[in-house]
Antibody, heavy 119, light 106 residues
Framework: QVQLQESGPGLLKPSETLSLTCAVS?????????WGWIRQPPGKGLECIGN???????YSNPSLKSRLTISVDTSKNQFSLKLSSVTAADTAVYYC????????????WGQGTMVTVSS | DVQMTQSPSTLSASVGDRVTITCRAS??????LAWYQQKPGKAPKPLIY???SLESGVPSRFSGSGSGTDFTLTISSLQPDDFATYCC?????????FGQGTKLEI
């Protein structure tokens, strides 16, 4: 059974770069499917940040694209998110998830990690 | 972006009730619509994909229907564990977008 686990700093200052990693176990990223990042600001709905395929092909939310880098490291079976120039609006729970197993959407999720941007 | 609008935002119901939640897309998403259940402090749990297909382990009291722009999630007989927030997601066009959620409460 696939498991995903997010890791990274929980507190950032405005203008810093958010870096998160999602470690995948129970499934080899190299075997396929897309891997995605989703976030949820406190008390609000979910927002797709971006997806990456094991080959490195990415889809990024246009609203974040200029600040966003998503990468994959198949040797470590993990993928990563970097979001530059953060502001308080980037405060959210960040989830990683697997996408696109057959006709499925996001079928396996990490537990999420809270990131707060505050001076 | 495709806007997803759910109604109602909050739904009060009792154990044993049949409830329906509606999700409307701002443009056609064909059948590429998923539903998730989320409890406080937890990650979303996938319930339904491709409009009406149940994820493994999801009770049969959950069902989904619709196509194009209008979709519904129905719970045939509410159980205590079903009180949670439900949200829809379209994955026909990127960026994939979610509804704002429907909180199902007692």
């Amino acid at each position: 059974q696939v498991q995903l686990q997010e890791s990274g700093p929980g507190l950032l200052k405005p203008s810093e770069t958010l870096s998160l990693t999602c470690a995948v176990s129970g499934y080899s990223i190299r075997s396929g499917y897309y891997w995605g990042w989703i976030r949820q600001p406190p008390g609000k709905g979910l927002e797709c940040i971006g997806n990456i395929y094991h080959t490195g092909r990415t889809y990024s939310n246009p609203s974040l694209k200029s600040r966003l880098t998503i990468s994959v490291d198949t040797s470590k079976n993990q993928f990563s998110l970097k979001l530059s120039s953060v502001t308080a609006a980037d405060t959210a729970v960040y989830y990683c998830a697997r996408f696109g197993v057959g006709p499925r959407a996001f079928d396996s999720w990490g537990q999420g990690t809270m990131v707060t941007v505050s001076s | 972006d495709v806007q997803m609008t759910q109604s109602p935002s909050t739904l009060s119901a009792s154990v044993g009730d049949r409830v329906t939640i509606t999700c409307r897309a701002s443009q056609s998403v064909s059948v590429w619509l998923a539903w998730y259940q989320q409890k406080p402090g937890k990650a979303p749990k996938p319930l339904i994909y491709k409009t009406s297909s149940l994820e493994s382990g999801v009770p049969s009291r959950f069902s989904g229907s619709g196509s194009g722009t209008d979709f519904t999630l129905t719970i045939s007989s509410l159980q205590p564990d079903d009180f949670a927030t439900y949200c829809c997601q379209q994955y026909n066009d990127y960026p994939y977008t979610f509804g704002q959620g429907t909180k199902l409460e007692i």
